[in-house]
Nanobody, 112 residues
């Protein structure tokens, strides 16, 4: 069984920073692409960032100048560094591995 466990998130003022982390565990063999998505109530989950097995990254237009996705030191771990946060970044953030497995979700709230 595969588990993705997320950490980080919380409440921050506009312009602030937060870091999300996600670690995969269980029956995982090899390194897989990992990604971050976010969702607000009443809307579809939307893509935020992706990193492939070679470390190539892709970010959505809405965050590409402010967020950074990177792999952690351990296999199948991924981080999302979020800078210059805006109220519209408020959402539940989910990590994803291999397009199949999902983390539990982490609330990020940007508000003064």
């Amino acid at each position: 069984q595969v588990q993705l466990v997320q950490s980080g998130g919380g409440l921050v003022q506009p312009g602030g920073s937060l870091r999300l982390s996600c670690a995969g565990s269980g029956r995982i063999f090899g390194i897989y692409p990992m990604a971050w998505y976010r969702q607000v109530p009443g809307k579809q989950r939307e893509f935020v960032a992706h990193i492939d097995t070679r470390g190539t990254t892709m970010l959505s237009d809405s965050v590409k100048d402010r967020f950074t996705i990177s792999r952690g030191a351990a296999e199948n771990t991924v981080n999302l560094q979020m800078n210059n946060l805006k109220p519209e970044d408020t959402a539940v953030y989910y990590c994803n591995m291999a397009g199949e497995y999902w983390g539990q979700g982490t609330q990020v709230t940007v508000s003064s």
